[in-house]
């Protein structure tokens, strides 16, 4: 009994997963409308999203406009605190070094991420940051609809090549 109940608990948290990756992926897409680069993410806290966003750097001509950072701001923001210890986020790209950074300086406590950034990803493709010695430890899971994920990338930059 135990065994299935396990089971469907695990079924019902990956469905969350899924959800959660969905609506970062719905982020992306109105990046690419906007020819962005399609990357989307959003902070969830107690189950229920709280922030969202996506890319905006050539719109805002700003360095830090990466999806992931913009919506942990917003989180900040929303919870009353730089601290986001009971967040996840939920991101289609793997964090760059600079949104690694911010999420270990903000304490998040997992990041889920679709697809690899063998460019400039330091959650596994270049280094893992995560798992250097510092003051807070980032759970990590990766490849979350990373195929979606993937496509609307390479899709955008296949656009971009021929114009």
Not at 39 to 53: E, F, L
Not at 62 to 86: C, N, P, Q, V
Request: glycine residues 4%.
């Amino acid at each position: 009994m135990n065994q299935d109940r396990d089971i469907i608990m695990k079924s019902q948290e990956n469905q969350l997963k899924i959800k959660f990756m969905k609506a970062a992926l719905k982020e992306a897409y109105k990046a690419e409308q906007i020819n962005e680069v399609p990357v989307g993410a959003v902070v969830v806290h107690q189950g229920k999203i709280i922030a969202r966003a996506h890319n905006t750097r050539e719109k805002e001509q700003t360095f830090y406009a990466h999806a992931e950072f913009l919506a942990m701001m917003k989180a900040a923001k929303k919870i009353g605190s730089w601290r986001l210890e009971d967040c996840d986020v939920y991101v289609t790209m793997e964090p760059c070094p600079m949104c690694a950074g911010a999420m270990i300086q903000s304490r998040v406590r997992t990041v889920y991420y679709g697809v690899k950034d063998l460019k400039s990803g330091v959650a596994d493709s270049i280094i893992n940051i995560f798992e250097l010695p510092f003051n807070h430890h980032v759970h990590v899971e990766s490849g979350l609809l990373a195929e979606e994920s993937q496509k609307l990338l390479k899709d955008f930059f296949k656009k971009l090549r021929v114009k």
